[in-house]
C-alpha cells in the first residue's frame, strides 16, 4: 500500500477537503451477533449507546434507556457515530515515509525507527528536545500511561495536551476558586433551578443531549439568562439574551454584580463564614454601574439589572459555561468573574444550586486529570509541589529529581518546534495543523521536525507529515474508563478489534516504553492494569479515585469522584457541607477590572472574529467529516455575519466572501442571519486547508491557563473578488 505524501493543500485540492463516507456503507444493515452497551465519543456528555456488532464490526447502534444521564437520547453526530467503523480510509498498519510517499511496513520497523529517532535526537539536543502531545478524548488510562511515560521513558518536560485548546482555563478559575478543578454540581440538578446563567455556551450544538435538562428546568419555572455574541439556538428559548461583545465577558459579570450589590441580593453570612476576598471584589465591581458596563459590553443597562433581578433573589441557580468564555487570553479572569455571581448569593453544594463548565472534548475532564498536562501529575497533582512529586516518584520508584518539572504547553510545543528548541514529536489522537491557531505557523512547524511519530485511527492532516504512523485504535476498539463533564467515570466497552494489522493505542505506548528499556515500569496485560494503577496513584490527591474499579463503575454507570475507599459512593455534588477543597475549607473571590482582548478591533480590522462548532462535526473532524450524513448537514464552513454588516460590502446568502487578518485569509460563502451581532462574524473551526478558521485565529494566550484566543480577533470581510477597500465597517447600535 502506498499513499501519497503530499503537502496538505495539494492532498485536498487532489481528494477534495472530506472524504464522504455515504449511510451503511452502501449495503444493507447486517443482523447484530451482539449489543455493547458503551458511550458516544463526540462530546463530554458521553451518552450510554449500544453498539450493534455484527462479525467484529459496528453495523449500527440502539438507544441504551437505563444509561441515566441521557436516558436513550442522543443527538445526530451519537446516532451516526457507529459509521466511522469499518471506514474505508481507517489505517490498517504502521507506515514510513518514503520519496514515494507512505509505505505499508512492519510493527518492528516502525516501532525501532522511533525508538531510533528518540535516542538520536535526545541524545544530540536533550530530552526535553523530544516533545509527546495526547488528546483529550482518550481514556483515562491513556492519557494516565502517556503522562508516565513522557516523564519516565523519555524524561522529558515537554508533554501537553489538547486539553489545552478546551477547558483549561476553567480547570485553573475552578482550581483556584475552589481548590479542585470539576463541575461542582450532577446535570440532575439543573432541573431544579429557578435561574440558569448560560453564558459562552451553544448547548444546543456542541453538548445538544443538555439541552433537555435546560428544558426541564424551564418547565420546572426556572427564568434562563443566556449570555452569547449569538442567539445559539438555546438563546432562542432564554427568558433574557445578553449578545455581550467578544471578549467583554468579565465586565459583564462584574456590572451584573455591581448591581446585586447595589439590591443587597448578595449572601452576607455564607460570604463571611465560607469565602475570601469578597471586599477585593466590591471594590472592583464598584466601577461597573450598568451604564459603564454597557459601554463596554454592548449589553443594554436595562438587561443587566435585568439580569441581577433574575439571578440575585433566585431560591435555587445554576451557572453553566463553555469556551465562548474560556477561550480567551483572559479566559481565567472571565471564568472566576462568573465564579464571583454564584459565590457572592451562596447559592452552591445543595440541591439545584452550583456551577459547572461543560466539557466539549470526549474525555474533557479525565483527559486533564491523570498527568498528560505538562504541569501535572496523576490524582491531579501539582507537578511543582515537593510533596506531590515525592509521592509519585515513590509510587513509579524512581528518583523524584529524574521527574521533570513544567515544561511547554499545546501551542509553546509548536513555537518550540518552529525555532527548533524542539526536534522530535509524537502525537496521540491530536490534530494541531486543524486545531492550533495560525495555521500556516503550524504546517512550517511540522516541516521542521527532524522526526515524528502519530498514532491515529484516519490518516488525519496533521499526520500526513510524519515520518512514522501508527494505526493506532477508534474508541470502540479498546477498553478503558472517560470521565464526564459532570465528573462522573463511566466504562467504554471494547466491541470489536482493530481491523488489519492497526492494533489498540495503549500497547502501542507500551511497547515503545520496553524498546526504550522500561519493561518493568510499563508491566500492564490489558487496560483494567492501567486503571488499577492509575487509581492507586489518585489515592489522597486532589482527584480521587482508588475507590473505583472497573465493576464498581458498571455497577452504578458511573462513579462520581472524589472516591477515596472502596466502601464510598461516590461524590456526585461537590463543597456539601459548604466546604471547599483549600486548605481552610474557604472559596476564593478575585474580580478582575476589564482588559481588551490581544487584537481588538480597529479601523483596518473593524469586525470581530469568532469561531466555535457546528451541530454535525467534532473539533478537528478527523471523524467527523468522514461520516457523509454528518458532512450533508454542514458540507463546509460559512462565514455567519449580520444582514447589516453583509449588505455594506454588497454581500447576499450564499455568495463568497473573503474573511482576512492579520495572519491570513479564507474564502467562504457567507450565511446572513439575524441571530449574530452586526460587529461580529462567526466562522467554525472543523476544517482544514484553505478554508480553515484557524488560518485566522490568533495564537495568543491566557498567562495563567495557556489557552489561545479562539473566539475573539480582528477581521475583515469583503465580497471574494472585490478591491481590499470593500471590507465595511459597522457599528452595533
Ligand atoms: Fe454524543 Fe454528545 Fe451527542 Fe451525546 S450529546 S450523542 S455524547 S455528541
Redesign the pocket.
Known amino acids: 500500500m502506498a499513499i501519497p505524501a503530499l503537502e496538505e493543500r495539494e492532498f485536498i485540492e487532489r481528494f477534495g477537503p472530506t472524504l464522504h463516507y455515504g449511510p451503511m456503507h452502501g449495503g444493507e444493515r447486517p443482523k447484530p451477533d451482539t449489543h455493547v452497551r458503551t ?9 450510554g ?1 449500544q453498539l450493534e456488532v455484527h462479525d467484529n464490526k459496528v453495523v449500527g447502534f440502539e438507544p441504551w434507556e437505563e444509561f441515566p444521564v ?1 436516558r436513550g ?7 451516526k ?1 457507529y459509521m466511522q467503523n469499518g471506514h474505508p480510509d481507517r489505517l490498517l498498519a504502521p507506515m514510513v515515509r518514503t520519496p514515494r510517499g507512505f509505505d505499508a511496513t512492519g510493527w518492528d520497523d516502525a516501532l525501532n525507527r522511533t525508538v531510533a529517532a528518540i535516542h538520536r535526537i535526545q541524545a544530540r539536543h536533550g530530552k526535553d528536545a523530544f516533545a509527546v502531545l495526547g488528546g483529550a478524548s482518550m481514556t483515562n488510562e491513556k492519557a494516565y500511561l502517556l503522562g508516565k511515560f513522557a516523564r519516565v521513558a523519555l524524561k522529558t518536560a515537554n508533554i501537553d495536551y489538547n486539553g489545552r485548546l478546551c477547558m483549561v482555563s476553567a480547570g485553573a478559575a475552578n482550581k483556584a476558586a475552589f481548590g479542585v478543578d470539576r463541575s461542582a454540581n450532577p446535570w440532575s440538578d439543573i432541573p431544579l433551578a429557578r435561574a440558569l446563567i448560560i453564558s459562552g455556551a451553544n448547548v444546543g450544538e456542541c ?4 439541552t433537555d435538562y435546560i428544558w426541564r428546568a424551564r418547565d420546572n419555572g426556572a427564568k434562563i439568562i443566556v449570555i452569547d455574541p449569538r442567539m445559539t439556538p438555546i438563546a432562542r428559548t432564554a427568558d433574557l439574551f445578553l449578545p455581550v461583545r467578544p471578549g467583554r465577558d468579565s465586565a459583564l459579570a462584574n456590572g451584573i454584580l455591581h448591581v446585586m450589590i447595589e439590591r443587597g441580593w448578595i449572601d452576607r453570612e455564607f460570604i463571611e463564614a465560607h469565602t475570601v476576598g469578597f471586599d477585593q471584589v466590591s471594590g472592583v465591581v464598584a466601577g461597573y454601574p450598568p451604564d459603564v458596563t454597557e459601554a463596554v459590553t454592548g449589553v443594554p443597562a436595562s438587561s443587566i439589572v435585568r439580569a441581577a433581578e433574575i439571578w440575585g433573589p433566585a431560591e435555587t441557580s445554576m451557572l453553566l459555561h463553555a469556551r465562548g468564555v474560556e477561550h480567551h487570553t483572559k479566559g481565567v479572569e472571565n471564568c472566576r468573574s462568573y465564579i464571583n455571581l454564584v459565590l457572592a448569593t451562596g447559592r452552591i453544594g445543595r440541591p439545584g444550586c452550583g456551577y459547572g463548565t461543560l466539557t466539549g472534548q ?1 474525555n474533557g475532564q479525565g483527559g486533564r486529570e491523570h498527568g498528560q498536562r505538562t504541569n501535572q501529575l496523576p490524582g491531579g497533582r501539582d507537578i511543582e509541589n515537593p510533596e506531590d512529586r515525592r509521592f509519585i516518584a515513590d509510587f513509579w520508584q524512581v528518583p523524584e529529581a529524574e521527574i521533570p518539572h513544567t515544561g511547554l504547553t499545546a501551542c509553546e510545543i509548536i513555537d518550540a518546534i518552529e525555532d527548533g528548541r524542539i526536534r522530535g514529536l509524537l502525537s496521540i489522537s491530536f490534530n494541531p495543523l486543524v486545531s492550533i491557531p495560525d495555521a500556516d505557523r503550524t504546517r512550517a512547524a511540522l516541516g521542521r521536525l527532524e522526526h515524528f511519530t502519530c498514532i491515529d485511527f484516519f490518516l488525519s492532516e496533521t499526520a500526513r507529515y510524519a515520518d512514522v504512523v501508527l494505526a493506532g485504535s477508534l474508541q470502540e476498539e479498546d477498553d478503558g474508563t472517560v470521565t464526564t463533564g459532570e465528573g462522573r467515570c463511566v466504562r467504554l466497552r471494547q466491541a470489536v478489534t482493530p481491523p488489519g494489522e492497526a492494533r489498540v493505542d495503549w500497547e502501542i505506548i507500551v511497547d515503545i516504553a520496553r524498546r526504550l528499556g522500561y519493561d518493568e515500569q510499563f508491566p500492564y496485560a490489558i487496560p483494567k492494569d492501567i486503571f488499577r494503577e492509575l487509581a492507586r496513584a489518585s489515592a489522597g490527591g486532589n482527584v480521587d479515585y482508588s475507590g473505583m474499579d472497573y465493576a464498581r463503575i458498571e455497577e452504578n454507570m458511573g462513579i462520581f469522584w472524589p472516591c477515596p475507599s472502596r466502601g464510598h459512593p461516590g461524590t456526585p455534588r461537590l463543597f456539601e457541607g459548604r466546604r471547599f477543597h483549600h486548605p481552610d475549607g474557604r472559596a476564593r473571590f478575585q474580580a478582575f477590572e476589564y482588559r481588551p482582548p490581544a487584537e481588538d478591533v480597529d479601523a483596518e480590522y473593524p469586525l470581530f472574529l469568532t469561531t466555535g462548532r457546528v451541530v454535525s462535526q ?1 473539533l478537528s473532524g478527523n471523524q467527523t467529516r468522514r461520516i457523509g450524513p454528518l458532512v450533508d448537514q454542514y458540507p463546509e464552513p460559512l462565514c455567519e455575519m449580520h444582514p447589516l454588516s453583509a449588505a455594506r460590502i454588497g454581500v447576499a446568502d450564499g455568495d463568497p466572501v473573503r474573511v482576512e487578518t492579520r495572519r491570513g485569509a479564507i474564502e467562504v460563502p457567507a450565511r446572513l442571519v439575524r441571530t449574530i451581532r452586526p460587529d461580529t462574524v462567526f466562522v467554525p473551526y472543523h476544517w482544514p486547508g484553505p478554508k480553515s478558521a484557524n488560518l485566522l485565529t490568533n495564537r495568543a494566550l491566557d498567562p495563567v491557563s495557556k489557552i489561545p484566543e479562539f473566539k475573539v480577533c480582528a477581521c475583515r470581510v469583503r465580497r471574494a473578488g472585490a478591491s481590499a477597500d470593500a471590507s465595511g465597517t459597522v457599528s452595533d447600535d
Open positions: 458511550h458516544c465519543c463526540f462530546c463530554g456528555v458521553q451518552c449507546i441521557n437520547m442522543l443527538c445526530p453526530k451519537g446516532v457515530r453538548f445538544p443531549i443538555l470526549g467534532y
